[in-house]
C-alpha cells in the first residue's frame, strides 16, 4: 500500500502540480498530512466509543475495510458515467469488468471481517 501510495497517489499529484505551475511539494503534503489527520481522529473516535479490547481490533478492521470500499465504489460509478456520456472511450463492459473484478477481491475481505467476529464469539449469521 505504501508503494500504491506513492506511486499511484503522491508522485502523479506532484506531477500534476507542477503542471498547474503550483510548487510539487503543496497539494502532495497537504493531502498527506490530512490523512494523517483523519487516521488520528479515527482514532480518538474508536476510543470513545467504549469498545472492549477484544471487539476493539475488529471495529478497526470493519472500519477500515469499509473506508476502503468508498473509492472502489465511486470507481465503478465514475467508469458507468463516462460511459452512460459516450464522450470517454469506455464502455458499459468495462465498468462490468471493474465491477466483478471489485465483487472478487472483496470476497477475502469479507473473509478477513468476518473471521474475527466468529472468534470474537458472534454467531456464524452475524459474522457472515
Same mark, same amino acid.
Given at each position: 500500500?505504501?508503494?500504491? !501510495?506513492?506511486? !499511484?497517489?503522491?508522485?502523479? $499529484?506532484?506531477?500534476?502540480?507542477e503542471n498547474l505551475g503550483i510548487h510539487p511539494a503543496i497539494p502532495s503534503s497537504g493531502g498527506f498530512i490530512l490523512g494523517v489527520v483523519f487516521i488520528l481522529v479515527f482514532d480518538k473516535l474508536i476510543n470513545r466509543l467504549s469498545i472492549s479490547k477484544n471487539n476493539k481490533s475488529s471495529a478497526l478492521l470493519i472500519s477500515a475495510i469499509t473506508l476502503h470500499n468508498i473509492p472502489e465504489g465511486m470507481a465503478v460509478g465514475v467508469v458507468a458515467a463516462g460511459a452512460l456520456t459516450g464522450e470517454? @472511450?469506455? !464502455?458499459?463492459?468495462? @465498468?462490468?469488468?471493474?465491477?466483478i473484478?471489485?465483487?472478487?477481491?472483496?470476497?477475502?475481505?469479507?473473509a478477513i471481517i468476518s473471521l474475527p467476529l466468529?472468534? $470474537?464469539?458472534? !454467531?456464524?449469521?452475524?459474522?457472515f
Amino acid at each position: 500500500m505504501l508503494a500504491a !501510495s506513492v506511486w !499511484s497517489l503522491l508522485i502523479p $499529484s506532484m506531477e500534476y502540480a507542477e503542471n498547474l505551475g503550483i510548487h510539487p511539494a503543496i497539494p502532495s503534503s497537504g493531502g498527506f498530512i490530512l490523512g494523517v489527520v483523519f487516521i488520528l481522529v479515527f482514532d480518538k473516535l474508536i476510543n470513545r466509543l467504549s469498545i472492549s479490547k477484544n471487539n476493539k481490533s475488529s471495529a478497526l478492521l470493519i472500519s477500515a475495510i469499509t473506508l476502503h470500499n468508498i473509492p472502489e465504489g465511486m470507481a465503478v460509478g465514475v467508469v458507468a458515467a463516462g460511459a452512460l456520456t459516450g464522450e470517454v @472511450g469506455v !464502455s458499459l463492459g468495462a @465498468g462490468l469488468a471493474l465491477a466483478i473484478g471489485l465483487a472478487i477481491q472483496n470476497i477475502p475481505e469479507g473473509a478477513i471481517i468476518s473471521l474475527p467476529l466468529r472468534a $470474537s464469539g458472534n !454467531s456464524r449469521g452475524k459474522a457472515f
